[in-house]
């Protein structure tokens, strides 16, 4: 266990991390992620207050549909990154990271506008994130094959079968006579499903979620196995990848900022600034011989003279098999497989730079 956002977080259960990983690689494996924050934004200038904040374009959503955002300083750094859910013309839930959330918080607060409520329903809340191959299966076994939710696919009807509901997409259902929210989403790298429910119901709904998903090999999964899924992934995590002193144009993630929006959002100007300068850091991912290029580990030339660059996240890839990393390096790499060193401890490690993601799913 460890601390983790103000809670204690199994880290692994007596399965471990390696089977917990590969379970949701060939599987499905159930995570209690019940540590994220959720924020009800609500009220005829809702949108509007949205469009201030959120870095991405929350006009293009319909309701039932979902987008990665970020919350950027007015330097452009990343506060936090988050997702956008909209539940209404004039209804938001955004759902942030555990370790930012009180900052969240007072920087909504600080930035309300008239005709806008805020509401913090983290407490209240509690998610469960079910992923892999077979969380589609399990899911139907769950609910259903008649799966009647309420709202979620961009044509506004009503979704009729879980398979229809699209990736970053959501829709509402009943587990266990209890209502909950359910949104095809995840940080894993593979298909599946988030759950949010009541706090109250959370222990029922993974007890039931277990029972149906065991004939399938369904486990359940820590904060190891998630780190090690994502990073496969590609997908940064905030204090490593991103932070308050990085924007999302350095993690290659511009592509989720809203440029063409007619509001004007916190941060824009200082993004627009820094692509008309020079860049001086590269995002990249890495595979490194010999050893484990650990969160923070510095990175060297090919030679090991000079200093270019820190690992951000790194670790033993159980599905490929080798060590994996991403970093920011100097200086704009002269091909895709450029060669560095990592220093691991007192030894300088080979590493090759490629494309990330390093895994990337096979899409049915």
Not at 227 to 249: C, D, I, Q, V
Request: aromatic fraction near 10%; proline fraction near 3%.
């Amino acid at each position: 266990m460890t601390e983790f956002g103000g809670w204690d977080m199994p880290i692994y259960y007596p399965s471990g991390i390696i089977k917990e990983h590969n379970a949701v690689r060939k599987v499905a494996g159930l995570f209690d992620v019940s540590h994220m924050g959720e924020f009800l934004i609500i009220g005829l200038n809702a949108l509007n207050f949205v469009q201030k904040v959120s870095a991405n374009d929350a006009s293009r959503l319909k309701v039932g549909q979902i987008q990665y955002s970020f919350l950027l300083n007015e330097g452009g750094g990343v506060i936090d990154d988050f997702l956008v859910y909209r539940l209404d013309e004039h209804a938001f839930l955004f759902v942030v990271n555990a370790g930012n959330l009180e900052k969240d918080w007072q920087w909504l607060k600080a930035n309300e506008m008239t005709g806008v409520k805020l509401y913090d329903a983290s407490g209240a809340t509690a998610l469960l994130a079910l992923q892999g191959p077979k969380a589609l299966e399990i899911m139907y076994s769950v609910l259903g094959e008649s799966f009647t939710g309420g709202i979620a696919l961009s044509s506004s009807e009503p979704v009729m079968s879980l398979a229809l509901l699209r990736y970053y997409n959501f829709s509402y259902s009943e587990i266990g006579g209890k209502i909950v929210l359910i949104s095809r989403t995840g940080y894993t790298g593979e298909d599946g499903f988030e759950i949010f429910c009541q706090s109250e119901d959370a222990v029922m709904i993974w007890r039931v979620l277990l029972e149906k998903g065991k004939d399938c090999g369904l486990i359940f999964c820590g904060l190891g196995a998630r780190n090690t899924l994502r990073l496969e992934a590609g997908m940064p995590l905030w204090g490593h990848e991103l932070s308050e002193f990085r924007t999302p144009l350095d993690a290659m993630l511009g592509r989720f900022i809203g440029w063409d929006k007619k509001e004007d959002f916190i941060g824009k100007q200082a993004l627009i600034c820094s692509t008309k300068s020079i860049c001086n850091q590269f995002f990249v991912g890495l595979v490194v011989d010999g050893g484990i290029a650990r969160d923070g580990y510095e990175i060297y030339d090919v030679d090991g003279k000079d200093r270019i660059g820190r690992v951000t996240s790194g670790a033993p890839s159980p599905t490929l098999g080798k060590n994996i990393a991403m970093a920011y390096i100097d200086g704009h790499p002269n091909n895709k497989q450029r060669k560095v060193t990592v220093k691991v401890r007192n030894d300088f490690c080979p590493a090759t730079i490629v494309s990330l993601p390093f895994y990337r799913r096979e899409k049915k």
